[in-house]
């Protein structure tokens, strides 16, 4: 099993849509979480970090739930420019820091 | 947000040759730097954890005699890939983090990535 698993997509959405994303973590130790995003030949950029709480930025809204050992980032009024790969990422572990990638689910918007 | 910087952005050379490649931290000191790979279409691959002063820790599979990692300051590391081969072609990426006070997670900042071709 990997350690921090993704759907890879693609999610195909027209503008305006609501769309979800689901990552789970394999590491119960696991500390901090991430979404960051991806764009095609570009460097990853960080979208939001992942509180118990839940939290929300804009449009985006992340979740985490420890006991099952999943995030979620929601994604309101999708616009065209939203169209990237998604990267869930998980630090640390009992041995220290550590980061772990998903592979990343991608998402494209439509007109 | 900070900046990472990494030159070169591409790099094309022949086989058994060397690359180095420089990743900056520019408005701020970075407590550790982060050394990834990324082939098309897969996800970001931790190469190494470097730490200022001290020798990189090296993830498995990944050779530290062939992907020497220097980390000089707090505001440089280096990779360098050593007798690099087509199959070290690759999107190699850096990052670094900064503690922020009264922040209990730790934000990675990414470089721009430097692309490497070896023919």
């Known amino acids: 099993r990997k350690e921090v698993e993704q759907d890879p997509g693609p999610f195909n959405v027209p503008e305006g849509a609501t769309v979800a994303f689901n990552c789970t973590y394999s590491?119960?130790?696991?500390?901090?979480f991430f979404w960051y995003r991806q764009d095609c030949r570009k460097e990853p950029k960080l979208l939001m970090s992942?509180?118990?709480s839940g939290n929300e930025d804009g449009r985006f809204t992340a979740q985490l739930n420890r006991a099952s050992q999943y995030i979620s980032l929601l994604i309101r009024d999708s616009k065209l420019s939203d169209s990237a790969t998604y990267l869930c990422?998980?630090?640390?572990?009992?041995?220290?820091?550590?980061?772990?990638f998903g592979a990343g689910t991608r998402l494209f918007v439509k007109a | 947000g900070a900046v990472v910087s990494q030159h070169p952005s591409w790099v094309i050379c022949k086989s058994g040759t060397s690359v180095k490649i420089e990743c900056r931290s520019l408005?701020?000191?970075?407590?550790?730097m982060f050394w990834y790979r990324q082939f098309p279409k897969q996800s970001l691959m931790l190469m190494a954890t470097s730490n200022e002063g001290s020798k990189a820790t090296y993830e498995q599979g990944v050779e530290k005699d062939k992907f020497l990692i220097n980390h000089a300051s707090l505001t440089l590391s280096t990779l360098t890939v050593t007798s690099a081969h087509p199959e070290d072609s690759s999107f190699y990426i850096c990052?670094?983090?900064?503690?922020?006070?009264?922040?209990?997670?730790?934000?990675?900042?990414f470089g721009p990535g430097t692309r490497l071709l070896v023919l």
């Open positions: 992942v509180y118990s």
């Open positions: 408005d701020f000191q970075a407590t550790t």
């Open positions: 590491n119960s130790a696991s500390q901090s």
């Open positions: 990052s670094a983090t900064s503690w922020t006070s009264g922040r209990t997670q730790e934000t990675q900042y």
């Open positions: 990422v998980v630090n640390g572990d009992t041995g220290g820091f550590k980061t772990i």
